[in-house]
């Protein structure tokens, strides 16, 4: 079952902040954030494992709340270059990770000078 | 180092009609997979593989086959097409230590 993802868009200016959240109604081992741009394959920005950890990529961070089963991706002082569509994958929790991620709808995010 | 590499890019098929789908990867890694993408519908898995000559269900397995017979190769077919077919198709490897997915640049798939 797909993860699901909220806002489905957002539009914001340069400079703007945006949080972008990812549930799941399964207990998950590990939870993936990627950017793709139009016509680009996905890129990898980070990866978080079931603990609760916060992870952060320059101005892009992202949290993992194991027991609500969510993650939120934060982009700080966005840029022209954050522009794209955010997926989440998450991994179900099976004991050691199944490595089988399902990916959400995605969230696609403009920013405009 | 080219990383994942499928072909072709590019396809357009009648119905009924099968091809196959190549992905191959040069960075040694065990689990490589196969997605489609649809508008508004994000990522979803079709088939992957946890190694040499094994092979696993995703999401949406009907209608497609795979093969891994080399580790660096995992093969897509479609038996007899469909215009629901009609898709970007992703391949993806498995980082080995840092579970990142490193994707293919897409083929694209027209059924007609």
């Known amino acids: 079952q797909q993860p699901v993802q909220s806002p489905q868009a957002v539009i914001l200016r340069e400079g703007e902040d945006a949080v972008i959240n990812c549930s799941s109604s399964k207990a998950l081992y590990s939870v993936h954030w990627y950017r793709q741009k139009h016509g680009e394959a996905p890129v990898f920005l980070m990866i978080l494992l079931k603990g609760g950890e916060q992870k952060g990529h320059d101005k892009i961070s992202a949290s993992f709340n194991e027991k609500k089963q969510q993650s939120s991706l934060y982009l700080t002082a966005s840029q022209l270059s954050y522009s794209g569509t955010y997926f989440c994958?998450?991994?179900?929790?099976?004991?050691?990770?199944?490595?089988?991620?399902?990916f959400g709808k995605g969230t696609k995010l403009s920013v405009i000078p | 180092n080219a990383g994942v590499t499928q072909t072709p890019k590019f396809r357009v098929l009648k119905t009924g009609q099968s091809m196959t789908l190549l992905c191959a990867q040069d960075m040694n890694h065990e689990y490589m997979y196969w997605y489609r993408q649809d508008p508004g519908m994000g990522l979803r898995l079709i088939h992957y593989s946890v190694g040499e000559g094994t092979t696993a269900k995703g999401e949406v397995p009907d209608g497609y086959n795979v093969s891994r017979l080399k580790k660096q190769n995992f093969l897509l077919g479609l038996e007899s097409a469909a215009p629901s077919q009609t898709s970007v198709y992703f391949c993806?490897?498995?980082?080995?230590?840092?579970?990142?997915?490193?994707f293919g640049e897409g083929s694209r798939l027209t059924v007609l």
């Open positions: 994958g998450t991994e179900k929790n099976s004991g050691a990770g199944s490595y089988q991620l399902t």
């Open positions: 993806a490897s498995l980082g080995t230590y840092t579970g990142e997915l490193f």
